[in-house]
Nanobody
Framework: QVQLVESGGGSVQAGGSLRLSCVAS????????MGWFRQAPGKQRELVAM???????YYADSVKGRFTISGDNAAKTLSLQMNSLKPEDTAVYYC???????????WGQGTQVTVSS
């Protein structure tokens, strides 16, 4: 089993910055890919950014150029630097890991990000 714990959420005005962090524990050797999802009220959970063990990264179009994902592949920690935040970035942000063994995925408990205009 893998446990994920996020930190760093909060409230900020539009144009501001926040940095989210995620720490993995447990069977971290089973992690192949880590990423961040978000879910706004009344909307489906969506992928924000992800990074593979080979350090290839992917970003949703809505955050490209504003968000940067980074991680420590050995320690299985993950960060998301969020700049130029917009009100539409308001959501609960979840850390996610893809595992090479059952249950094949793990989620953090989520951290709230609120951006006011």
């Amino acid at each position: 089993q893998v446990q994920l714990v996020e930190s760093g959420g909060g409230s900020v005005q539009a144009g501001g910055s926040l940095r989210l962090s995620c720490v993995a524990s447990g069977s971290i050797s089973s992690i192949t890919t880590m990423g961040w999802f978000r879910q706004a009220p009344g909307k489906q959970r969506e992928l924000v950014a992800m990074i593979t063990s080979g350090e290839s990264s992917y970003y949703a179009d809505s955050v490209k150029g504003r968000f940067t994902i980074s991680g420590d592949n050995a320690a299985k920690t993950l960060s998301l630097q969020m700049n130029s935040l917009k009100p539409e970035d308001t959501a609960v942000y979840y850390c996610h890991a893809v595992l090479n063994e059952r249950p094949y995925a793990s989620w953090g408990q989520g951290t709230q990000v609120t951006v006011s205009s």
